[in-house]
């Protein structure tokens, strides 16, 4: 086997001619320059100069067509080499976008140009889980690159209910969710991923494809966050994503009605309003990579995203209630647009950050981002009829907490009301600056 460092000498790779065409175009050019620097001319250049002197002879003196030769001769070597470099280096280029990225389209200069500026976006971590955080990943990724969403593991319902139960591994639904959403481009790959077998589809009715994915890498990998890494090479994602924790923890909540229920599906199935969360075992740790991400982030983002279930019990992971509490990264909670049957029923924006302060006994954000658009209202009439409402901005409240708020319209309406990811995105990183 050749040495590694010069495998991309083999032949048929169809890039080493288009470098040395390259590297011809500069000694081309260079040429040109020791030309017009009035370097010694060698043999063939005496003759092309005494061949352009006898062309130009006849309406110019002898130095003159000298002159001029020299000066012809040396540009065009310039103006030919530049063309024979960038020739190469655009057909190099060209090739090792269509071997490394097929999925890469549009012109190969806007490919590069928006991979430096990706590069060198800000550092962005997200917390939370559910359809609210992949939302907001479609947005960011449109301006950076350097996105790590830190996911909650907490689900036992459906699909990842069933290969938590049956597998032992962590729930892969939201982290799935999540990978989709940073995917370079959400093609049929992702549609493949996000397809979900019917229920007549027998012990597979329910379950999506992906969620069965990473579960098989899980098996064969031997560890759920490696799983998760693999999964990201294949959809070329933009960032990373981490679980909060790599330990099999079940959501706990103590109700009003003094009950202690187990489980997120039972939780939000309990008629009793939510009183306090906890997980069970307590206290787990929090992946390596998780606290170092938040440490170097220039801005992190709670929500948007089921409160109880999705946001809080990242926060019950000690480390990262800490490292959140510790970081000097620009800190943000978004809040909900409508409230949650079963967790938020007529919570106001302020509820919403007392929750979150009562559970990770610390101040973890600083700004509180809240939309101030009202829906239509034939989208309100098909909330209300499933039991939800717009939760109500109370800025002055929360104003009092000790928070800046930034309000404004952040909303997308088309079958659901939900956050915009893009407009939320540009809110985000307007703060970052």
Not at 125 to 146: E, H, Q
Not at 243 to 265: K, W
Not at 323 to 332: E, M, P, S
Not at 406 to 423: A, K, N, Y
Request: hydrophobic share 45%; glycine share 10%.
């Amino acid at each position: 086997m050749p040495n590694e460092r010069l495998r991309w000498l083999l032949p048929g790779i169809n890039v080493k001619r288009w470098l040395l065409l390259s590297g011809l175009g500069v000694v081309v050019a260079l040429l040109g320059v020791w030309v017009l620097l009035e370097g010694q001319p060698t043999y063939w250049l005496d003759r092309l100069y005494t061949a352009l002197d006898r062309f130009l002879r006849r309406s110019l003196s002898t130095a003159q067509g000298v002159q001029v030769a020299r000066w012809g001769i040396g540009l065009g070597l310039v103006a030919l080499g530049g063309a024979l470099w960038w020739w190469g280096l655009r057909r190099a280029w060209r090739t090792l976008v269509a071997i490394l990225q097929p999925r890469v389209s549009g012109r190969v200069w806007d490919v590069l140009s928006r991979y430096v500026l990706m590069a060198h976006g800000k550092r962005v971590v997200v917390i939370g889980g559910g359809t609210g955080l992949s939302t907001m990943l479609r947005g960011l990724k449109r301006y950076t690159a350097n996105i790590v969403a830190v996911v909650t593991v907490t689900d036992d319902g459906g699909s990842s209910g069933r290969l938590r139960s049956e597998l032992g591994i962590l729930p892969p639904g939201d982290i799935r969710s999540c990978l989709i959403a940073l995917a370079d481009a959400e093609g049929s790959m992702t549609a493949l991923l996000q397809h979900r077998f019917p229920s007549e589809s027998g012990t597979l009715g329910g379950h999506s494809v992906g969620n069965l994915l990473i579960a098989a890498m899980t098996q064969i990998t031997g560890d759920f966050e490696q799983a998760v890494k693999e999964m990201s090479k294949v959809l070329a994602i933009r960032g990373r994503v981490l679980p909060s924790t790599l330990t099999q923890v079940t959501l706990c909540a103590e109700m009003e009605d003094g009950r202690c229920i187990e489980g997120e599906t039972a939780i939000v199935a309990h008629p009793s309003r939510i009183r306090r969360m906890h997980l069970k075992p307590p206290d787990p740790p929090a992946p390596p990579e998780v606290i170092e991400a938040i440490r170097q982030a220039d801005v992190i983002v709670l929500g948007p995203g089921s409160l109880f279930t999705s946001v809080i019990p990242n926060l019950l992971v000690p480390a990262i209630s800490n490292a959140l509490h510790a970081t000097n990264a620009v800190r943000i909670y978004v809040c909900n647009v409508m409230t949650q049957p079963g967790e938020t029923d007529h919570f106001t924006a302020s509820d919403h950050v007392r929750a979150i302060e009562a559970h990770a006994g610390k101040r973890v954000f600083d700004y509180v981002l809240v939309n101030t658009r009202t829906p239509r209202p034939e989208m309100l009439e098909r909330y209300r009829a499933s039991g939800q409402e717009v939760v109500i901005h109370d800025i002055d409240r929360i104003r009092a907490m000790g928070y800046k708020v930034i309000t404004g319209d952040f909303i997308s309406e088309s079958d659901f009301v939900r956050h915009d990811p893009v407009r939320l995105a540009e809110a985000i990183l307007r703060l970052a600056k």
